[in-house]
């Protein structure tokens, strides 16, 4: 296990359609971060796990939004009845807590509505 | 938390140290400074961070004024490989919550 994992890199998807990406985090890592970046922004915060526990979520987590780690392994980010404003690339991040802000982020999925 | 600026965007030729600035006037007592880079495509890398002395590590070194409201990263043998978005951040060093990212620089290493 070299890195944090995202799947699909890639996304495009009709306006009102529902997707779901997913992220493996590095094994050992207890906490997991999602993250949302538009073009030319860096990335902003969405929502945290501390093992399968969501402990934060950003005030940009709309209710169209869900996230989940059921076995406090690998997450998964839903986003319900898609909009344009959604399309961007979202993050996922993980880290080993008491290792301060060393994170490592994955390669990201590319969301595009149409 | 503690807001930072870069400037937008620094070129640097191939071969020379390229010298990213940041200010963090308003930083607290407990509030680290650390530095992410994001290649294009990428996610964000880390890359280093300090305290309140000088950092050196196999990418970059860390340099922050004495009263911590100001940094330079330097990369001391810049590649192409190094053009990348390059972000300055201050937070507490430990706690759970996310980065707060701004916009960053834009470093341009030129051949």
């Known amino acids: 296990d070299t890195g944090v994992s995202q799947d699909p890199r890639h996304k495009i998807t009709k306006r009102g359609q529902n997707v779901t990406f997913r992220c493996d985090p590095i094994s050992e890592h207890n906490r997991l971060y999602w993250y949302r970046q538009t073009l030319g922004q860096g990335p902003e915060f969405l929502t945290y796990?501390?093992?399968?526990?969501?402990?934060?979520k950003s005030r940009l987590l709309s209710d169209r939004f869900s996230a989940e780690r059921p076995k406090g392994s690998f997450s998964t980010l839903e986003i319900q009845r898609t909009e344009q404003g959604d399309s961007a690339m979202y993050l996922c991040?993980?880290?080993?807590?008491?290792?301060?802000?060393?994170?490592?982020f994955g390669s990201g999925t590319r969301l595009t509505v149409v | 938390d503690a807001k930072t600026t870069q400037p937008t965007s620094m070129d640097c030729a191939e071969g020379r140290a390229a010298n990213l600035p940041c200010n963090h006037s308003t930083i607290s007592g407990n509030e680290y400074v650390y530095w992410y880079r994001q290649i294009h495509s990428q996610g964000p890398q880390y890359i280093i961070h300090?305290?309140?002395n000088n950092e050196t590590n196999e990418m970059a070194s860390l340099i922050i004024t004495e009263d911590r409201k100001s940094s330079t990263l330097i990369l001391p043998h810049a590649t192409l490989r190094d053009t990348a978005v390059y972000y300055c951040i201050v937070r507490v060093g430990g706690g759970a919550d996310g980065l707060t990212f701004g916009k960053g620089t834009h470093l341009i290493i030129q051949p």
């Open positions: 991040a993980s880290s080993l807590e008491g290792t301060g802000r060393f994170y490592t």
């Open positions: 300090g305290l309140k």
């Open positions: 796990f501390q093992n399968e526990a969501q402990l934060e």
